[in-house]
């Protein structure tokens, strides 16, 4: 089947630094790209859609200078979270769906995630 | 607006028993359905989805999911859960290659 590949699983950073999150598609190429965030206890909130080409599209409340994303070829997307602080801990999750798919027939891959924790 | 609810937060199950997790859905046309389980600490892994067709749906690990169009539901089950289906469900839609809608999660707890 189909893997996304996320890196790191878990990173640790001190407050005000910025933190790169990248999500590959491994054995298939995507032209969209999915970011969420989970917080404790809740369900995944969709952060923002990502484009391959083209500047990604943020949900509403989202901050689009804090949470940048970048989608620079057809397997790769990162998230970059500046000047973190201690709120962005969370958990976030990006998902691809494949390229090659039948409109909407496929599902979108999860990558494994990646546990932020921002002292 | 398009939604996906889950209404049971926590479920309770022994192992051994048969198990069904709610799903309901509301959006403008029958949108594309999946399952997720997550581990803790772990990303999503899909077990089953429905986009067309045979409204019982199969998957991994046992489970299996009924579409309900009258209903707007799209229901998890499984004849016999095992201690390790612990974990959290999550029911999603999404509509063509729109963005995926996720309800707020089930958490099962499996008792021996």
């Known amino acids: 089947g189909a893997v996304v590949s996320q890196h790191p699983s878990r990173v640790i950073c001190k407050s005000g630094t910025s933190v790169k999150i990248e999500c590959r598609s491994l054995?298939?190429?995507?032209?969209?790209m999915f970011w969420y965030r989970q917080f404790p206890k809740k369900s995944l909130m969709l952060m923002a859609t990502?484009?391959?080409?083209?500047?990604?599209?943020?949900e509403q409340g989202v901050e689009k200078d804090k949470f940048l994303i970048n989608h620079a070829s057809l397997t790769l997307s990162t998230l970059t979270v500046t000047s973190a602080h201690p709120e962005d801990s969370s958990f976030y999750i990006c998902?691809?769906?494949?390229?090659?798919?039948?409109?909407?027939?496929?599902?979108?891959?999860f990558g494994q995630g990646t546990r932020l924790t921002v002292v | 607006a398009q939604s996906v609810t889950q209404p049971d937060i926590h479920i309770t199950v022994s192992e051994g028993a048969s198990l069904e997790l709610r799903c309901n859905y509301s959006y403008g046309a029958t949108p594309y359905l999946f399952w997720y389980v997550q581990s803790p600490g772990q990303g999503l892994q899909l077990l089953l989805k429905y986009f067309s067709g045979d409204t019982l749906v199969q998957g991994i690990k046992g489970f299996e999911a009924e579409f309900k169009r009258s209903q707007s539901s799209f229901n998890l089950r499984k004849p016999s859960v095992h201690w390790s289906d612990a974990a959290e469900y999550f029911c999603a839609a999404a509509g063509g290659y729109q963005k995926v809608t996720f309800g707020t999660g089930t958490k099962l707890q499996v008792i021996p």
């Open positions: 990502s484009n391959e080409g083209s500047k990604a599209t943020y």
């Open positions: 054995d298939f190429q995507a032209t969209t």
């Open positions: 998902s691809a769906r494949p390229l090659r798919a039948t409109q909407g027939e496929t599902e979108a891959f």
